[in-house]
C-alpha cells in the first residue's frame, strides 16, 4: 500500500469530485449507477464498467482516509 501513501490527499479529493462524479447533470453519474445497482437494473456489462469506473476515485479516497486514520493511532 505504499503507493496510496505516495497519492496525495488534494489529488485524491479531485479526482472523486471531478472523475467520479461526471457528468454532473441532470444528476451525478455514479448516482444513477447506484440507483440502477439498487433497482436490479444494473445488468449490461457497459454500465458495470461504468460503475467501476465512476467508483474507483471514491475507492482511493475511502482506503486513503482509511490509510491516514490509522497511521494516527
Do not use: C, N, Y
Not at 467520479?20 to 453519474?29: S, T
Not at 440507483?35 to 486513503?64: E, V
Amino acid at each position: 500500500m505504499q503507493w496510496l501513501d505516495q497519492v496525495p490527499f488534494s489529488v485524491a479529493l479531485l479526482a472523486a469530485l471531478t472523475l467520479g462524479l461526471a457528468p454532473f447533470f441532470p444528476e451525478p453519474h455514479i448516482w444513477e449507477k447506484l440507483k440502477m445497482l439498487a433497482g436490479g437494473t444494473l445488468s449490461r456489462p457497459i454500465d458495470i464498467f461504468d460503475l467501476a469506473l465512476h467508483a474507483l476515485p471514491w475507492a482511493i479516497l475511502l482506503a486513503k482516509l482509511a490509510r491516514m486514520a490509522l497511521a494516527r493511532s
